[in-house]
């Protein structure tokens, strides 16, 4: 597996959260969402698509983990109209880029070969101030094999110590 080592900018995103398992499909949350960003003129190739998982399932209860589902929003957005929905900042900084290109419901793998595998044989850490971003390259309904194309980009600091 090839994992590149990445700089990213800071990404001002609207999203809306998710609570439940992160093993269960999860479409009425994305296409309600993806509905108000298409709406609203925000989507690729000038935007991004961005899902957040916020917490370990192994150490929270599933019904209890939150996804936010986000889109990058340029510059001069006018958030205040839009009462329903959130936004925030995505720090930039160095990120680890594993390229995942499979079932959405595996993406699980994608992060156990990154904290099991890549970390403990590599120069870096898990940078646990900033969120693994989890990019959307493609519409999984639409690719041949119904597969999810997903850049995982996992913020990694120089390790400290051996």
């Keep these: 597996m090839n994992i590149l080592i990445k700089e990213l900018p800071e990404y001002e995103v609207a999203y809306c ?7 269960e499909p999860n479409e009425e949350h994305w296409e309600k969402f993806l509905n108000w960003a298409i ?42 109209v839009h009462e329903n929905m959130q936004f925030r900042k995505l720090d930039g900084g160095q990120y680890a880029l594993y390229q995942y290109y499979d079932s959405p ?3 699980n793998s994608g992060y156990k070969y990154m904290y099991e595998q890549w970390f403990p044989n590599s120069d870096f850490e898990p940078d646990y101030d900033r969120y693994n971003l989890e990019f959307s390259m493609n519409n999984p309904v639409e690719d041949p094999d119904g597969k999810a194309k997903v850049h995982l980009f996992v913020p990694v600091k120089k390790r400290t110590s051996y």
Excluded: W
């Design 17 to 23: 959260r998710r609570y439940g398992s992160y093993f």
């Design 105 to 107: 419901s595996m993406l």
């Design 39 to 80: 709406n609203k003129g925000l989507f690729p190739p000038q935007q991004s698509f961005i899902g957040i998982s916020l917490d370990n399932p192994d150490l929270v209860e599933s019904h209890n983990c939150r996804h936010d589902a986000c889109v990058t929003i340029p510059e001069g957005f006018d958030k205040e």
